[in-house]
């Protein structure tokens, strides 16, 4: 059941959730491997879908979400990244900023697909990520089924909700 949905910065509505929330990655971050969202131990996840492996603003969304994973932690929400990219790939971010939170390989963006990331720019973008997909955060009930509760879809590359629009989200279910 859907509570809410949210889009990008105008605030639409008719983004829709995939019919099976749930999925299992190649984990290269904390946790186990493969990482299954519904075995999470945590209330929430915040699932972080990245653009590419060059994409900074990417790069600077994780930097600050290892910032605040203390914040994260005691709100009882588990960040989770999804990036499109190959096992060494991920692994590079991993090590380079230290995360201490689940990162999930997602080669073939079967999860991205699964949870519709949106993108833009037709074949290029559907070809070339660091073009065409933009930016996503999804907040999933863990305490039952896994169910979506609050989605922000990107309109371009920089449009991204805050850690504070975030944790306050979560706040408004648990």
Known sequence: MLRLIKGGSDGRSDLGVPGDVDFAGANVGAGPDPFVLS??????????????????NCRTQVKTVVARHDDFENAGVEPVSILPE?????AEWVAEYDVPYPFVADPDAEIASQYGQRRRFGPIGRRVDLIGRMPEVV???LR???????????DHPG????????????????
């Open 39 to 56: 075995e999470a131990d945590a209330d929430l996840a915040a699932l972080f879908f990245h653009r590419d492996h060059l994409c900074g």
């Open 86 to 90: 190959p096992r060494d790939r991920a």
């Open 139 to 141: 907040l999933v009930d």
């Open 144 to 154: 039952r089924d896994p169910e979506v509760l609050w989605r922000y879809a990107g």
């Open 159 to 174: 449009d991204r909700p805050g850690i504070e629009a975030i944790l306050e989200e979560a706040a408004k279910f648990t």
